[in-house]
């Protein structure tokens, strides 16, 4: 954490270097701090007492909300690693009672840093369905297959463009 | 809307403490469970003194749920929410002592159980 405050400082005083004229001599020769003091060209991760923050900008995918999804399910110590499959029920399969399932929910909403109403959490029955959930929660939507309606719109559009340049 | 008017018929023979039917007893039961485990960081600051662990504390609330998992009858179950409620939050507000370990666990119930079997009264001279 000491290597990334000098690199910090080292960077900050590139842009410091233009306006050698103007300022003392000693802001040169600051000891390194914790906080950086030169606001404008912060970097999230340089800063050391980073309270984490929520990023807006995180873009949601099936395969990252999936893999977080399982590697939650696997760190619960009651349920075992090797039966855990995307489908694999947590009352019949896993072995897991209601109570199991709201700690299962509460470390989701700790993962997600999102609220996960009680309603919503007594359907969940395996692990698809929380990844649904989340899925729908997140409008991802790729995993999905089109409608079929869509390709049968073509078909018609590109049937009439036909009919109108035949014509 | 009034409780009279959420009552299917069987039930207007007995009146209901809180729910009506199994399903909202058990959401209540669930709410229950998941504010307990939502205030774990809390009561471990809060009663600091008790080096309690968050497993601990875990293993804890889960045996007292677990205690009462045969019940079936509709009113013991809302008064044992109640209950639990009422002891979240005496927890939550720091109305119970620093030291009162009794709550978290169990085996340090002080009171003396009654002699079940026949080499325990014997032991007590019966």
């Keep these: 954490m000491l290597s990334s405050t000098f690199r910090l400082l ?12 103007s300022l003392p001599r000693r802001s040169l020769f ?35 909300i999936e893999s977080r999804v399982m590697l939650v399910l696997r760190l619960f110590d009651k349920i075992d690693g090797n039966a855990l499959q995307l489908d694999s029920k947590f009352a019949q399969d896993l072995g897991l009672d209601s109570l199991d399932i709201v700690e299962i929910t509460a470390a989701l909403e700790d993962e997600f840093w999102t609220e996960i109403p009680d309603v919503d959490s007594d359907h969940f029955v395996t692990p698809r369905h929380i990844i649904q959930y989340l899925c729908d929660k997140y409008d991802v939507y790729e995993h999905v297959e089109p409608v079929s309606a869509g390709k049968e719109y073509m078909e018609e559009a590109k049937a009439a463009a036909e009919r109108a340049h035949h014509h | 809307m009034s409780l009279t008017t959420r009552l299917p018929q069987t039930l207007k023979q007995v ?64 008064l044992l929410v109640v209950r639990g409620q ?11 002592q620093q030291h009162n370990t009794a709550t978290m666990d169990r085996r340090k119930d002080t009171y003396k159980k009654k002699p079940f079997g026949f080499l325990e009264r014997f032991y007590e001279g019966h």
């Design chain 1, 10 to 21: 080292t960077r900050t005083s590139s842009f410091i270097r233009p306006v050698i004229g």
């Design chain 1, 30 to 64: 600051l000891k390194p701090t914790l906080v950086s003091f030169n606001e404008k060209h912060r970097q999230p991760s340089m800063i050391i007492n980073h309270i984490p923050v929520r990023q807006s900008h995180v873009h949601y995918t099936y395969p990252m």
């Design chain 2, 86 to 96: 009422m002891d979240f939050v005496e927890t939550a507000e720091i109305w119970r």
């Design chain 2, 15 to 78: 009146r209901p403490v809180l729910s009506t039917d199994h399903a909202e007893a058990k959401r209540r039961v669930l709410n229950l469970y998941k504010i307990w485990l939502r205030q774990i960081p809390y009561i471990r600051v809060d009663y600091i003194k008790n080096n309690w662990t968050e497993t601990r504390l875990r293993d804890a609330i889960k045996e007292n749920f677990m205690r009462n998992k045969d019940v079936t009858d509709l009113r013991v179950i809302d």
